[in-house]
Structure formats: C-alpha cells, structure tokens
C-alpha cells in the first residue's frame, strides 16, 4: 500500500526553485558590503576629476544594487512556490511578505524625494545614488529585515531538517537585528539615529544582519547541493 501513494518528500520538493537560492546568495552579499561600508568608518580617496570621493557611501550604494539585483530571483521563485499549490500557505505568506517589501521600497522611492526636494537637483547621477539608496533607510530597511525573516522562515518549510535549523536560527537573527536597531532609534530619535545605531562598534548590528542572511545563504545552498533520490509514484506489482 506505502508504494500506491507519492512520496511526501518527492512531492514536496520537486522542481525546488533555485532562483531562491541565489537570492539568498545575493542578499548575503549585500549585507556583506553593507556591513563594509560601516567598518571601514569614514574613508575619503580623492580622485582626480571628482575630487573626495566617500568610499563607504560607495560600498553602501553597491550593496543596495547587490540587494535589488536579487529581487527578480526572488519573484520568479516564489511565483513558482505558489503556481505548484496555490493553496500552500507557507508559499502565500512568503509572497505576501515579498510583496509588502515591495511596497515599502516604492513608498520610499515616492514620499522621500517629494519630502527633501532630491527631484530638483540638476545632477542625475545624485538623484540616481539617492533613490537606489532608500531599501536602507532606517524606516525601510529595519521592516525589510523583519519580512525576509518572515519570507525565508516560510521557504525553510519546503526543505530537510538541518537546512530548515540554518535558516530558522538566520530569520531568527534578522528578527533580533530589527528589534535592536527599532530600540535604539526610539530611545535616540533624530535623522542620523540609524546611522548611528548601525555603526556603533565598527558595525555590530550589520555584522549582526549579514550572519543572519548567511545562514540563509548556507540553509538553501546545502539543501541545493543534496541530491535527492527520485522517487516513483506508484510501484508496480509482480504478478504472481
């Protein structure tokens, strides 16, 4: 009778989508150079032509391309969760915390240029860095990390056990590091207070947040290189 039915795992994980995988990646590499730009402090090179050119915004704005380079992975990823049960709760709460992330970036790309006047510089290449830059503003990257926590706690549900304890202990971390930053903001309000928050110690919060996006990375980049056996979904009998 066990051979009549498909197998649980089989049907859980076939055709895994490993655009996932490298979102998570792609995530760990941007907080990676996010935290950079805080330990590296303040680093002015001049250039000629340009004159002082801040090495750590630099860093800052390419983590945030690093960043948004990952979201069509995500998007084709999770749409491919949810296309193969669209009632799969796991997959639709993943979706939605994408989605909102989504919302929070837009709302940012929308109200903050409005709020300090960015849309009136005549240097394109300034209002280029500005914009890129909003996913790590404190009031949108801190609810970011708190989503990802959400979206990727639901992907780990997909996968064996040992992968699902790397990346339950990662979102468990991004929650922690949204908690703490949300705290020390409130305790010292201001325009600089993330900024602050975030380089207290050469970067112990974003040191903090790239630990967590790479036990992510290393959650789904073991569940990618397992290979699991393809099972039949139903066995034949040997007539007798």
Do not use: C
């Amino acid at each position: 009778m066990a051979g009549s039915f498909p197998h649980p795992r089989a049907s859980r994980t076939a055709g895994w989508p490993r655009e996932l995988q490298r979102a998570s990646l792609l995530l760990g590499t941007g907080a990676a150079l996010f935290w950079t730009s805080f330990a590296v402090g303040r680093w002015i090179v001049v250039v000629p032509s340009f004159g002082p050119t801040y090495v750590d915004l630099i860093l800052a704005w390419v983590a945030v391309v690093v960043h948004v380079s990952a979201w069509p992975d995500l998007w084709i990823g999770l749409r491919h969760l949810r296309s193969r049960d669209p009632k799969e709760g796991d997959a639709a709460v993943a979706w939605r915390a994408f989605l909102l992330t989504l919302g929070l970036v837009l709302a940012a790309v929308v109200v903050l240029p409005l709020q300090y006047h960015a849309i009136a510089s005549t240097d394109a290449w300034l209002i280029a860095v500005y914009v890129t830059a909003f996913p790590y503003l404190a009031w949108t990257f801190v609810p970011v990390l708190a989503l990802h926590a959400i979206l990727f706690g639901r992907v780990a549900n997909y996968l064996d056990p040992r992968s699902r304890y790397l990346i339950d202990a990662g979102a468990l971390v991004l929650f922690a590091v949204a908690a703490a930053t949300t705290a020390v903001i409130l305790q010292n309000p201001g325009a600089t207070a993330f900024v602050r928050s975030w380089g207290v110690g050469r970067g112990i919060l974003p040191a903090a947040a790239l630990a967590g996006y790479g036990l992510v990375a290393i959650g789904l980049t073991v569940d990618a290189t397992t290979v699991w056996p393809r099972h039949r979904a139903w066995t034949p009998q040997r007539a007798r």
